[in-house]
């Protein structure tokens, strides 16, 4: 089960990440740009993605661990259950950092 104090922890293996708000809900972002917080109201954490169609091969591929709201169908974001497995969550907010990092960051980071 991931939680968000795991999330932070995981966050500071990236460089740039830094702790927010979002919503009023705990956020991580890199920069001023969001990549990830908890959902509002449901019991998920939000991660944006780079497209609509990887959303749709997430939900795909695991549809107990991924899934979206009315809201975010067309939103290249998705929602992500914390009983989604560690590693695959490592994985998301890897893809999610590097798709707003600043290339000197993921220097660093490789």
């Known amino acids: 089960m991931i939680t968000f104090e795991r999330i932070r922890e995981i966050a500071h ?5 830094e702790e927010s708000t979002s919503y009023g809900t705990p956020a991580i972002k890199v920069g001023k740009k969001l990549i990830l917080r908890l959902h509002q109201k449901e019991d998920a954490i939000v991660v944006l993605l780079n497209t609509v169609e990887e959303q749709q091969s997430l939900i795909e591929q695991d549809p107990m661990s991924f899934y979206i709201t009315d809201h975010y169908d067309g939103y290249p974001a998705i929602l992500v259950r914390p009983t989604v497995e560690e590693d695959t969550f490592i994985e998301l907010m890897e893809l999610a ?3 707003v990092a ?5 220097e660093e980071y490789e």
């Open 13 to 17: 293996r990236f460089p740039g990440t």
């Open 102 to 106: 600043r290339k000197k960051d993921i």
């Open 97 to 99: 950092w590097r798709r």
